[in-house]
């Protein structure tokens, strides 16, 4: 009998590829002399077009694939449950993702794993290749340095760029506690949350949670909690580590709790961040000692078997388990459920409750290439978990059953129409704000 890794192999093998290019010109009488259309498309007349284009950069959006295209950047450093497999290694990966792309966005997505890991290479090449693409997705590069190619390309280039693991992992994430949190009669500024991980993905939810209303957030990383003045990351407010998505301004999990390196500018800004808006009380401690009286736990570490069954009996009633590391999760749900955890979820899809960012990045990248915009800030990001977790009706909502599945036809219209509506609103206030100043001027 066949195992999932044979099945998986003999379909690659015999698929070799899993996308590819198809044109959208009807092939049937191209070649005629009279009435063909290859001196429409190609040489001569797509000299009027390239003309066009030259003296006005934005038709290249009317005129060509651009409006559609998005770019999946990944050097193999911080493949999803693999490591640093390198370039070669991370491609079947993010082909799966441009299938996903296609299928659930529409969205022809190329999957362009480099050969550097050095940062500059890396947001020189994606500068470089801007001219054909819409958006940018970055994907599976690891942190810290990832957060500076993000900060970087946001105020280089004039398209979005979209991190999976940090933007995507977030708004999945806070959907499904939106619903947790309704289900079980409980407020999201009353709560506890600790969040095992300080990397992408921990640093993302931690920011999305901050703008939703959380007031209690403990982050905890390979060193403990993170509190202000501590003193590996202490004094380095150099600003944020990375704003919202986009100019000026994964997957569920897999971030390293390690710190890899403590004098790392990148990851020390981030971190500092974290410590100046996040534990209230200044708790100190491992895991196991902040964790006591929380309501929620997110890990996104990266550790098989951190949350012991101890440390969810230590939590206030009803405690909800969100383990996201993939493909072993902190804990497994059986055994936060017999822990004494009310709801549990991992990034997996054969256990209930999948918390899986391929739920986001379609219908999110689908709304920033439709509307041309430059970016989505925190608000956005909220409002687009607020409209994901409206598709489980109150009367279907249960334990199991917290987030609607991948593949819902109602994702993309829902998250689309809900994030037009916000870059619209959030235009139209910078219209009327710049109308202000120059008025007062």
């Not at 960012?357 to 689908?366: D, G, M, Q």
């Amino acid at each position: 009998m066949n195992t999932k890794k044979d099945e998986a192999i003999n379909l690659h093998k015999m698929l070799k590829g899993k996308i590819e290019i198809h044109n959208k010109v009807s092939i049937e009488n191209i070649f005629d002399e009279e009435n063909g259309t290859l001196g429409l498309i190609y040489t001569p007349g797509v000299a009027y077009v390239a003309t066009a284009i030259k003296d006005n950069k934005e038709l290249a959006y009317d005129y060509t694939s651009k409006w559609n295209n998005v770019a999946i950047i990944c050097d193999g450093t911080r493949v999803l449950g693999l490591g640093n497999i390198g370039p070669e290694g991370a491609l079947p990966v993010m082909e799966g993702k441009s299938v996903l792309f296609k299928i659930l966005g529409g969205i022809n997505a190329f999957p362009l794993c480099i050969a550097t890991k050095e940062k500059e290479e890396i947001i020189r090449f994606v500068k470089e290749i801007e001219p054909v693409f819409g958006a940018i997705n970055i994907e599976d590069i690891e942190s810290p340095k990832v957060f500076d190619i993000i900060k970087r390309l946001q105020n280089e280039i004039s398209i979005p760029v979209f991190h999976d693991d940090q933007h995507g992992t977030a708004v999945i994430t806070l959907a499904a506690l939106i619903n947790s949190l309704t289900l079980l009669n409980k407020k999201i500024d009353s709560i506890k949350v600790a969040i095992s991980g300080a990397g992408s993905a921990g640093y993302g939810i931690f920011k999305i949670l901050k703008k939703a209303g959380c007031k209690d957030i403990i982050v905890i990383d390979s060193k403990g909690a993170i509190y202000e003045g501590r003193e590996d990351i202490a004094g380095q407010d150099n600003g944020d580590a990375v704003g919202g998505v986009g100019r000026g301004a994964k997957s569920g999990g897999g971030d390293d709790i390690s710190t890899k390196s403590s004098n790392s500018s990148n990851n020390t800004t981030s971190k500092y961040e974290i410590s100046r808006n996040s534990n209230p009380r200044n708790l100190r401690g491992n895991l196991a000692d902040v964790i006591k009286g929380a309501d929620v736990f997110i890990g996104v570490s990266g550790r098989a078997g951190l949350l012991t069954a101890e440390m969810v009996n230590s939590m206030n009633q009803d405690a909800i388990i969100f383990a996201l590391s993939n493909p072993d999760p902190e804990i497994l749900p059986p055994d936060a459920l017999n822990a004494g955890a009310r709801i549990a979820a991992t990034g997996r899809s054969d256990f209930p409750n999948q918390i899986n960012n391929a739920v986001v990045f379609p219908s999110v990248l689908r709304a920033l290439l439709d509307t041309r915009a430059k970016g989505l800030d925190e608000d956005m990001l909220v409002a687009a978990s607020y409209a994901i977790a409206s598709l489980v009706e109150r009367p279907h909502l249960k334990e199991d059953y917290i987030i609607p599945k991948i593949n819902d036809p109602r994702i993309l219209s829902t998250v689309v129409k809900t994030l037009k509506e916000a870059i619209k609103s959030s235009q139209n206030s910078k219209i009327g704000k710049k109308r202000i100043r120059c008025g007062r001027g």
